[in-house]
């Protein structure tokens, strides 16, 4: 097997004599690469933020922003890297190198005062330069009117392509005129011509220093077969909350598993039916490949972590931790999603509503992968997500809500609720669901199953929120639902 390499700001070297559970982060750093910092060490602040090259959606090729620190640099082998060093173009003999548009507008606009954030910011900023789809419609900025809105700007720059990042100097507001002033990218844009290449394939990863060792295969029956060979493995896709074990928590293994480039699991299918997500696509692909056609899961998208944390999070991976207060889970049940689980025995298919059996506890056998989610059709025309937490977004939900209803002439014909962080797993709503059935969608409806709802889990106190107002907030959901959709219901 060939040594593990990566590519960093258009040069190949190797990733030993690293550890294999060195991040992306460290490794740089280690190489004098020091404009990639490290804030939190959890995926919060957007300081070690770099470009990577991933699979388009419209493009070949899409620069794709991600933590450095939670991903394992083993993870990359293969794969290209750049960092704010690379951005800018080397200048002619003796004179310095021509600053990226970017770091251009960053410096002269006033966005960039202690400088520790920066470098995090100008890789953000530069994924969302090249986003293809991007409509630059010149290089001023003026305040956000007509066609546009506080969070985007008249070069269709979308400020939600920074929320990973924070600053303690600015304010926000010149990173802002900064991300708002960016044009399209010239012609002659290296970046921008690489969008037209394909991405470095994916390639199989035997990379093992100090009886530790991260292994990546080429196909899913040989994963699977890895698997059953080695129980004790711990499972990646995007590292987000593995990268937070190993930094904060300090744990390390004897063997991770990755199975991020699987194309069994990269898979986007929709069918008569049902739809099937690949258990590896990456949150943001799923959101730009639905492009909106599951509004439910549009309205999750934004309010699931930052966009940093979307280009690596995978719904497999969210399932897989079982975690209850987990995003997803609440949606996907609402929507009656099933999973399919594999191992090297065959495929079974489990409904959400199943999966979990107690705190970070499923189903799923030793060995056995989440090979996708599928989501039966037709979908519920009355559908909304509600998460309660202390900031808008990139916050760990103190509830969520999502609702599936389907009310024709008045009447609820059906109800799917799907609750978070109000007991040990995420679950459904059961009880609310039988007292919405059958009724006229109604005040008295609503505020009759709002009592039922507040008694549905059990919810506990801690640092986020008290039982009491968890209870609270679901019952006041719903009554939100419906001061939301009455409207939009025939009566």
């Known amino acids: 097997m060939v040594a593990a390499r990566i590519t960093v700001n258009g040069k190949e070297e190797p990733i030993a004599p690293a550890a294999p559970h060195t991040t992306v982060l460290d490794f740089l750093r280690d190489r004098g690469l020091t404009g990639t910092k490290e804030g939190c060490a959890e995926g919060e602040c957007g300081a070690c933020s770099v470009l990577v090259a991933r699979p388009g959606v419209n493009k070949p090729t899409d620069w794709v922003a991600v933590n450095a620190c939670l991903v394992p640099v083993a993870a990359l082998d293969g794969q290209e890297v750049v960092t704010s060093e690379g951005l800018a173009t080397a200048g002619a003999p003796g004179t310095p190198a021509v600053l990226h548009p970017v770091q251009e507008e960053m410096a002269v606009r006033g966005g960039s005062q202690c400088g520790y954030c920066t470098p995090g910011f100008v890789c953000s900023m530069a994924a969302e330069y090249y986003r293809p789809d991007r409509c630059a419609h010149g290089s001023e900025a003026p305040e956000p009117a007509g066609g546009t809105d506080a969070e985007h700007g008249p070069n269709g720059f979308d400020l939600h392509a920074l929320s990973g990042n924070l600053c303690r100097c600015t304010g926000y507001r010149p990173i802002r005129d900064a991300a708002f002033a960016v044009g399209a990218p010239a012609d002659e844009d290296p970046l921008a011509r690489r969008r037209e290449q394909a991405p470095p394939a994916p390639v199989a990863t035997e990379y093992t220093r100090d009886d530790t060792a991260f292994l990546r295969r080429d196909t899913l029956a040989e994963t699977l077969r890895l698997l059953r060979e080695r129980p004790d493995a711990v499972v990646v896709a995007g590292s987000t909350d593995w990268g937070v074990e190993v930094n904060i928590r300090a744990r390390r293994a004897d063997c991770v598993v990755a199975v991020d480039r699987l194309p069994e699991l990269r898979e986007l299918r929709v069918e008569e039916d049902h739809i099937e997500i690949g258990?590896?696509?990456t949150l943001t692909e799923i959101e730009r490949r639905l492009d909106g056609t599951v509004p439910l899961l549009a309205e999750l998208f934004p309010q699931f972590a930052s966009r940093l944390i979307r280009n690596g999070a995978t719904l497999g991976g969210n399932l897989g931790t079982g975690s209850p207060i987990g995003d997803s889970p609440p949606v996907l049940l609402a929507l009656e999603a099933s999973l399919l689980l594999a191992d090297a025995d065959g495929e079974r298919e489990v409904p959400l509503a199943e999966y979990f059996t107690g705190y970070r506890q499923s189903v799923r056998r030793p060995g056995e992968l989440i090979r996708a989610v599928r989501v039966p059709l037709p979908l519920s025309p009355v559908t909304a997500f509600h998460k309660i937490a202390k900031r808008r977004f990139d916050d760990i939900s103190s509830v969520a809500v999502a609702f599936a209803l389907d009310v024709e002439e008045g009447v609820v014909r059906k109800a799917r609720i799907g609750l978070g962080g109000v007991a040990a797993t995420p679950v459904r709503a059961l009880a609310t669901e039988a007292a919405l059935e059958g009724r006229p969608w109604s005040a008295q409806t609503a505020e009759d199953a709002a009592r039922v709802l507040r008694g549905e889990g059990t919810?506990?106190?801690?640092?986020?929120?008290?039982?009491?107002?968890?209870?609270?907030?679901?019952?006041?959901?719903?009554?939100?639902l419906y001061a939301q959709t009455t409207e939009a219901v025939p009566s």
Not at 466 to 472: F, G, H, K, N, Q
Request: hydrophobic share 45%; charged share 20%; aromatic share 4%.
């Open 459 to 480: 919810p506990m106190d801690d640092h986020r929120a008290s039982s009491l107002y968890r209870s609270a907030m679901l019952g006041q959901s719903l009554l939100k």
């Open 279 to 281: 258990a590896a696509l």
